[in-house]
């Protein structure tokens, strides 16, 4: 089948989308994350250089105002210095107010916005994600960093990347990939679902982009406390409720790994469980949203979860073909430059390999 539409249910930053996209292909994008759908609709739909500029003259003109939106968040003085998270409040106040989602050169502002919330922080500029570290401490001791200057470079980065119309039809929703019929009847059917689905344990979605998130609650209309629990794979607050019950011994009979880790690791035998809990659903969506004829392709890999490997490629592709999917082709990738050293990160799921499957609906 010809691709006529394809969708990515964990879009994340958009690189598959815009890959369809670039193709002349209509393309569809969900993703539970605030931020990153509003990274891969900017990335998508584009937007007009010169009203970004304008908007963003009158967003960056708040810094000299009183009025402030204050950020919501007890750890905000450790991340900023007091004159840099002054004027991020301020800049928040003045983005609530002109709605800037509501259109593409606003969106794009908002994400310039956001994408300067890392340089502008006491966080180490050497990794992805947000840390503070003794070299951090050093490097960073006594600068400011204005938001304002950086929000205009990046703006202008962004205006030279994607500043421009595609012409093809995109689209990005941030809703969780488990409300089946909301996500149905918003996005349609397609003949292409190419995904890189969540790791159990392997990262907390949630804490990479944290800095953003804090920013931009209250200029977004979500609350952080209900995206951060929302994360497939995250380890905050699971309930244990997941072990009991029919489903739960059918998880155990697919996963046999289970049953040592609720003998010894109690309490990431339910992080596993709620994350095939989880993708079960997302499953179901996606076998609601793929016409007959279409393909599936997702890359996982495999986990390390309380000293035990765990297949999740095989384990997921055993959930599809219980859907009705059937592989057709499959490949693998090693990984050999991808280990974390746990001491330092509380990495507890190191990916040694990668597998792409591609199933067909029959």
């Known amino acids: 089948m010809d691709a006529t539409h394809l969708v990515d249910p964990f879009c994340g930053s958009g690189a598959v989308l815009r890959a369809g996209s ?7 994008g969900i993703d539970v994350n605030p931020f990153g759908a509003l990274l891969s609709g900017v990335k998508l739909q584009g937007f007009n250089a010169r009203r970004a500029d304008s908007i963003a ?7 000299n105002e009183d009025c402030e939106l204050a950020v ?14 002054q004027k991020y409040e301020r800049i928040r106040h003045r ?50 960093y204005d938001p304002g200057i950086v929000i205009r470079q990046l703006l202008k980065e962004l205006a030279h990347l994607y500043g421009n119309r595609f012409g093809v039809e995109a689209d990005v929703f941030r809703m969780d990939v488990g409300e089946t019929k909301e996500i149905t009847k918003v996005v349609g059917r397609c003949s ?14 949630f804490r990479n982009s944290k800095l953003e998130l804090y920013l931009l609650e209250g200029v977004l209309s979500f609350r952080i406390d209900d995206v ?12 244990r409720e997941v072990l009991i019950g029919i489903t739960a011994d059918r998880r155990r009979i697919l996963v046999p790994e289970l049953i040592y880790l609720e003998q010894h690791r109690k309490e990431q035998a339910v992080v596993v469980h709620r994350y095939l809990c989880d993708m079960q659903a997302a499953f179901k969506t996606m076998r609601s949203l793929v016409r007959n004829g279409g393909t599936l392709v997702i890359v996982c890999g495999d986990n390390l979860i309380g000293g035990r ?44 390999q990668e597998m792409i499957s591609a199933f067909k609906l029959l």
């Not at 951060?228 to 309930?239: A, K, L, V």
């Open 22 to 28: 670039l193709r002349g292909i209509p393309v569809t």
């Open 57 to 63: 003259d009158e967003l960056l003109d708040a810094i």
């Open 72 to 85: 919501e968040w007890d750890n905000k003085d450790y991340w900023f210095t007091k004159t840099t998270l």
């Open 95 to 144: 983005a609530a107010q002109m709605k800037l989602y509501s259109s593409k050169a606003g969106r794009a502002v908002l994400l310039a916005f956001a994408l300067s919330v890392r340089s502008c922080s006491r966080a180490d500029q050497r990794s992805p994600k947000p840390f503070i570290s003794k070299y951090a401490r050093q490097a960073r001791s006594r600068k400011h």
């Open 192 to 205: 292409h679902i190419i995904t890189s689905p969540p790791y159990i344990n392997a990262q907390d979605y």
């Open 228 to 239: 951060m629990h929302r994360f497939i794979g995250t380890e905050r607050s699971i309930d």
């Open 309 to 352: 490997r765990i297949c999740t490629w095989r384990i997921l592709n055993a959930m599809l073909e219980d859907l009705g999917f059937v592989l057709f082709d499959s490949f693998g990738d090693r990984i050999r430059n991808r280990a974390l050293a746990p001491t330092r990160c509380g990495h507890k799921g190191m990916i040694k």
